[in-house]
């Protein structure tokens, strides 16, 4: 799709969208009223929520299931694959979803993706063997890629910019609810049924999402090209490649420093074929044969967004090294039990979501995205420097304030990052951007959890030396530290030894929150820089509700 050439030629055109030049951060004082939205708003929106909360939680249900269905099914070596299979494909599709959803309507796109999730789901819930199971769990990760991502689209589609970050972070809190049970729903459902109603519990919400999706989800949005226009339009070479290096580059990552180490060829080869991929991907859009880009290059045509992508990457980062370490330190260096370190998240589980909804709110109130951005990653930046004073004696005040200071400064930006993206762009440009967004939180996952177990794991090593008995030694060193992380482990050894043990994870795990700063300080400086665009306050005409010829004066009553 083209945009508006002149406003996206160089960096100084971003004012063609609202940058004002009398400084970053000087708007217009907005006189508009807020737009008001009737119950086919709000039906759409409940079906995009149904389908946020069986996606977030679709990726964290397997955690407390997943002993029973290996002893069922028996994936043996490969039982990773059940989880990493569903990330994988969900990574890699999501830049075609964004294509197709400018080629074809955002509904039929929508529906399709809920359909395909639902098929995965069936065929995971049935799967007589490993090998279907995992063939299942891809299948539910392409269905999972198109409504993560989609969600965001149709948001932008019927929501005025100003306010997305507002409904975005109200989907976010929906998540949060969705991640927070899917551990307890796993367990639940395989202590008292077959662990395939795991994947049998998401039908039923599937067919309610199609109902409601298929009955209210009308959009303005439409292209009225022939079938072999809009298949013409498709970059299937761009597709290819982009997913080619996303699973090569995935692969490498998620097995790096734990089946193989990061010298070994197995991770070494699929880590350089996909970083290579990358560049030849970002060559092949700039190229004369991509008609039209899946991922367009106008995209990084100005300063702003750019910036934001940027902060999208280390935010996502930072929020993956806390999820995944914080638990590493309530049980092995608290000794929590796994359950009772479920618990010790709560602060980071209860603060994030509602922090990203209140910071969407100010945004929607004020039109300012930058202040917001600026003090949440400042908050981010100390306190995950912070964390790093986290030992065995600390008090629980101090982790539980800790925790809930950087989960609000989490939450606080996410809420920021759509509308610095779109700002900057016109709004014809909304799926492309929001596809590149969802593709580049999904690669920060994984490299969120390589990077820092690498760094964990490397310092790990290093201190060893300080536990006195050999086999402990063996049995922890090379990255077998982070997956003996657990209270049983060290409480099967006697004084000195379980001190030393403990002292070591503490100071490994404060080497890795030390790094963590590194991240959240380059996005905290990258921000300084950006922009502060106005952020409009009307859709485009081609963008919201389909209107029916005796529905303009409900529009303007705001009754639809």
């Known amino acids: 799709m083209e945009c508006n050439n002149h406003a996206l030629d160089s960096m100084s055109d971003e004012d063609e969208f609202g940058l004002h030049q009398s400084g970053d951060t000087t708007l217009t004082k907005g006189t508009e009223k807020r737009q008001k939205y009737g119950w086919r708003f709000w039906a759409i929106f409940s079906g995009l929520a149904v389908t946020a909360l069986i996606s977030g939680m679709e990726g964290v249900i397997l955690s407390t299931a997943l002993p029973t269905i290996s002893r069922d099914l028996g994936p043996g070596e490969n039982y990773s694959w059940v989880i990493n299979a569903y990330f994988l494909t969900s990574a890699a599709v999501q830049p075609l979803y964004g294509q197709l959803a400018d080629i074809f309507r955002r509904r039929w796109n929508m529906l399709g993706a809920v359909a395909i999730f639902g098929l995965g789901s069936g065929i995971c819930g049935g799967a007589t063997s490993s090998s279907m199971l995992i063939a299942g769990r891809a299948v539910q990760g392409i269905g999972a890629g198109g409504l993560n991502m989609l969600i965001d689209v149709i948001i932008c589609d019927l929501v005025p910019l100003r306010e997305r970050g507002m409904y975005v972070g109200l989907l976010f809190m929906i998540v949060t609810v969705g991640s927070a049970c899917g551990p307890v729903v796993g367990g639940a459902i395989v ?22 999706l298929w009955a209210f989800l009308r959009t303005a949005f439409r292209n009225d090209a022939s079938l072999a226009d809009k298949l013409k339009r498709i970059d299937y070479i761009g597709n290819a490649i982009i997913m080619g290096a996303t699973v090569a580059m995935l692969f490498a990552v998620t097995y790096g420093g734990i089946r193989y180490a990061w010298s070994s060829a197995h991770t070494l080869v699929p880590l350089i074929l996909g970083l290579l991929g990358l560049v030849l991907f970002a060559l092949f859009e700039r190229s004369p044969f991509a008609a039209s880009p899946v991922i367009p290059p106008r995209l990084f045509a100005n300063r ?24 590493v330190y309530f049980q092995a260096v608290k000794r929590a039990a796994p359950t009772r370190a479920g618990v010790m998240m709560l602060p980071t589980v209860t603060i994030f979501a509602p922090f990203a909804a209140i910071a969407g709110g100010v945004v929607a109130k004020t039109g300012r995205y930058k202040p917001i951005k600026l003090g949440g990653m400042v908050v981010v930046t100390v306190c995950v420097g912070s964390l790093s004073v986290l030992d065995a004696s600390t008090p629980t005040a101090v982790w539980v304030v800790l925790q809930g200071l950087v ?12 509308p610095a993206i779109q700002a900057g762009v016109p709004e014809t440009e909304a799926a492309s951007t929001t596809a590149t967004l969802a593709f580049v939180r999904s690669i920060a996952t994984v490299w969120g959890i390589a990077i820092p177990a690498a760094i964990f794991n490397n310092r790990f090593d290093q201190l060893l030396p300080g536990v006195e008995d050999a086999g402990v030694r063996a049995a922890l060193a090379h990255g077998k530290a982070y997956e003996r ?50 952020l409009r306050t009307e859709l ?21």
Not at 191 to 211: E, I, K, M
Not at 407 to 418: D, K, N, P, Q, R
Not at 494 to 515: C, F, K
Not at 542 to 548: C, D, N, S, Y
């Open 304 to 327: 702003t967004s750019c910036i934001a992508y940027f902060v999208t990457f280390q935010h996502s980062i930072v929020t993956y090294w806390v999820t995944f370490f914080l638990p």
């Open 540 to 560: 485009e005409d081609e963008h919201g509700l389909e209107k029916k010829a005796n529905d303009v004066n409900a529009t303007e009553n705001g009754t639809l």
């Open 407 to 418: 989960a609000a400064g989490l939450g606080a930006v996410i809420s920021t990052l759509l």
């Open 191 to 212: 202590d008292n049924t077959s662990w395939r109603w795991v994947f049998y519990f998401n039908l039923p919400f599937c067919g309610l999402a199609l109902a409601m």
């Open 485 to 534: 992380a657990s209270r049983d482990f060290i409480n099967g050894f006697q004084e000195p030894l379980r001190s030393q043990i403990v002292g070591v994870y503490a100071r490994s795990l404060s080497r890795s929150w030390a790094v963590a700063v590194v991240f959240a300080g380059t996005a905290l400086l990258a921000t300084l820089l950006e922009k502060e665009l106005k």
